[in-house]
């Protein structure tokens, strides 16, 4: 898989340009993910937390938790505590004000902390959460591995990432609406115009599909499972430890 980056003239790695491009769009984050994708990230995150009903998770860990949404839709199951981890403070200070608005600080902790170094024991969570935050991992393979040492045996992993359609002429429409129509957006309220280059290009280079469950088969997960949402513009993943 290519490394795509979202900042091209600077030597930094991609995980620190990633925390940077966070926290640079954090204040617009929400308001540009619920109008550019006309609300229906709202019912992806409903459908990929319902993909963990059955398994009544008592601890949770959401993974590139952002400004927590995924994590607060979790909340729905009544889990007895989310912990949520970014690597950008921006975004987990918007986490914070909606932990405190909502006076949830008993159930949902927010800290900063990377992907492929989880800083927790082995055989710890119920369930690991990560949505739109896969394809920003810098090594794929190595989140995914500690995603899997952090689990309990029996454990459930739920991912919610963007796919690419492959039929007309939803392929086209997406690919017209992603590369031309979302970065003029993304630059007109974001005042970071590389932040939403930077979307389409990961989402193109990040190997969705059968590609992805294979990655989480090798990494030991197994009942492995990929779900298309709307047309196959994104897709729920499962896999159990």
């Given at each position: 898989?290519?490394e795509i980056r979202?900042?091209?003239?600077?030597e930094?790695?991609?995980?620190e340009?990633?925390?940077?491009?966070?926290?640079?769009?954090a204040h617009s984050?929400?308001?540009?993910?619920h109008f550019?994708?006309?609300?229906i990230d709202?019912i992806w995150r409903?459908?990929?937390i319902?993909e963990l009903?059955?398994?009544k998770?008592?601890?949770?860990l959401?993974?590139?938790t952002?400004?927590?949404d995924?994590?607060?839709?979790?909340?729905k199951?009544?889990?007895?505590?989310?912990?949520g981890?970014?690597i950008?403070n921006g975004?987990?200070?918007?986490a914070?004000k909606?932990?405190?608005?909502?006076?949830?600080?008993?159930?949902?902790?927010?800290?900063l902390g990377?992907s492929?170094q989880?800083?927790?024991?082995?055989n710890?969570?119920?369930?690991v959460?990560?949505s739109?935050?896969?394809?920003?991992f810098?090594?794929?393979q190595?989140?995914?591995?500690e995603?899997f040492?952090?689990l309990?045996?029996?454990?459930?992993?739920?991912v919610?990432e963007?796919?690419?359609p492959k039929k007309?002429?939803?392929?086209?429409?997406?690919n017209?609406y992603?590369?031309?129509?979302?970065?003029l957006?993304?630059?007109?309220?974001?005042?970071?115009q590389r932040?939403?280059n930077y979307?389409?290009e990961?989402?193109a280079?990040f190997?969705?599909g059968d590609?992805?469950t294979?990655?989480?088969?090798q990494?030991?997960?197994?009942?492995?499972?990929?779900?298309t949402?709307?047309?196959?513009?994104s897709?729920?993943?499962t896999?159990?430890?």
């Amino acid at each position: 898989m290519n490394e795509i980056r979202p900042y091209l003239h600077t030597e930094s790695s991609k995980k620190e340009q990633v925390a940077t491009m966070f926290d640079k769009i954090a204040h617009s984050y929400d308001f540009l993910n619920h109008f550019l994708s006309l609300g229906i990230d709202k019912i992806w995150r409903k459908k990929a937390i319902r993909e963990l009903a059955d398994a009544k998770p008592k601890l949770i860990l959401d993974v590139a938790t952002g400004t927590g949404d995924f994590a607060l839709e979790a909340l729905k199951l009544n889990p007895e505590k989310i912990i949520g981890i970014d690597i950008s403070n921006g975004m987990l200070d918007i986490a914070r004000k909606k932990i405190i608005t909502k006076q949830l600080n008993e159930l949902f902790e927010v800290r900063l902390g990377d992907s492929e170094q989880l800083d927790f024991e082995s055989n710890k969570f119920d369930a690991v959460t990560v949505s739109f935050g896969v394809r920003n991992f810098e090594n794929l393979q190595k989140g995914i591995s500690e995603i899997f040492r952090v689990l309990k045996p029996g454990g459930k992993l739920i991912v919610l990432e963007f796919s690419r359609p492959k039929k007309f002429p939803v392929k086209q429409a997406y690919n017209f609406y992603f590369f031309s129509i979302l970065p003029l957006f993304g630059k007109l309220f974001s005042k970071d115009q590389r932040a939403y280059n930077y979307l389409p290009e990961s989402v193109a280079a990040f190997p969705d599909g059968d590609a992805f469950t294979a990655i989480l088969i090798q990494e030991g997960f197994h009942h492995t499972t990929n779900k298309t949402l709307t047309f196959g513009i994104s897709s729920i993943y499962t896999g159990i430890k």
